[in-house]
Structure formats: structure tokens, C-alpha cells
């Protein structure tokens, strides 16, 4: 059972930073793509960033040039740097690891989230 662990989320300021990690067991975390996503009160679950298992990224246009994602295949981890942070990052970072076999079907997994508010 594929399992996701979320830390890194806090309170801080306009213009600050945050780093997110998302630590995987249970998977051949090498082999699959890994997200993350974001929901703020009232709003849809959206899309922040992917990695692909070559290392291929792609970012929202409101995180680009902002939010790096990375990876490490030996720890089974994925971040999300966050860096010049607005208040319309407010949200709850959610960490999703793409869809596997489990023996009888295809599933997806998701973290259990981590909340993080920018604000003065």
C-alpha cells in the first residue's frame, strides 16, 4: 500500500519561503510521476506542479518562475520549494503520486495534505 506523508507547511509572510516534502513508502517511487496540488477554502483542487520519473517538470502559470519541484529517487521523496509566496498561495499542498497497479486495479494516491498561509 502506497503511503504519502506530507511536512514542511507553516505560516509565514508575503514574499517568503517554504519547502514542502512529500516522503513515499510502499512504491517503486522511481518508476511513477509525483505531484502536487493545492485547495483553497471554497475553490477546486488545482494543479501546482509535476515530475515525471525522467525528471520532466511542468508548473500552474501562477507558481512559474516561483515554485521549484524536485526529486529523490534513494530517499523516495518529492519537494515543492516555494519561494516569493502571496497570499493566494494560501491553501492546503496536497502530494500525489500517479496511478499504480495494485494487483486488481489502477489507483492513485494523495497525502494528507499540509496547510500553508501566507500572510502579515
Known amino acids: 500500500q502506497v503511503q504519502l506523508v506530507e511536512s514542511g507547511g507553516g505560516l509565514v509572510q508575503p514574499g517568503g519561503s517554504l519547502r514542502l516534502s512529500c516522503a513515499a513508502s510502499?512504491?517503486?517511487?522511481?518508476?511513477?510521476?509525483m505531484g502536487w496540488y493545492r485547495q483553497a477554502p471554497g475553490k477546486q483542487r488545482e494543479l501546482v506542479a509535476t515530475?515525471?520519473?525522467?525528471?520532466?517538470?511542468t508548473y500552474a502559470d501562477s507558481v512559474k518562475g516561483r515554485f521549484t519541484i524536485s526529486r529523490d529517487n534513494a530517499k523516495k521523496t518529492v519537494y515543492l520549494q516555494m519561494n516569493s509566496l502571496e497570499p493566494e498561495d494560501t491553501a492546503v499542498y496536497y502530494c500525489?503520486?500517479?496511478?499504480?497497479?495494485?494487483?486488481?486495479?489502477?489507483?492513485?494516491?494523495w497525502g494528507q495534505g499540509t496547510q500553508v498561509t501566507v500572510s502579515s
Open positions: 500525489h503520486h500517479d496511478s499504480a497497479w495494485t494487483g486488481t486495479k489502477w489507483e492513485d494516491y
Open positions: 510502499g512504491t517503486a517511487f522511481r518508476f511513477y510521476g
Open positions: 515530475i515525471n520519473n525522467g525528471g520532466t517538470t
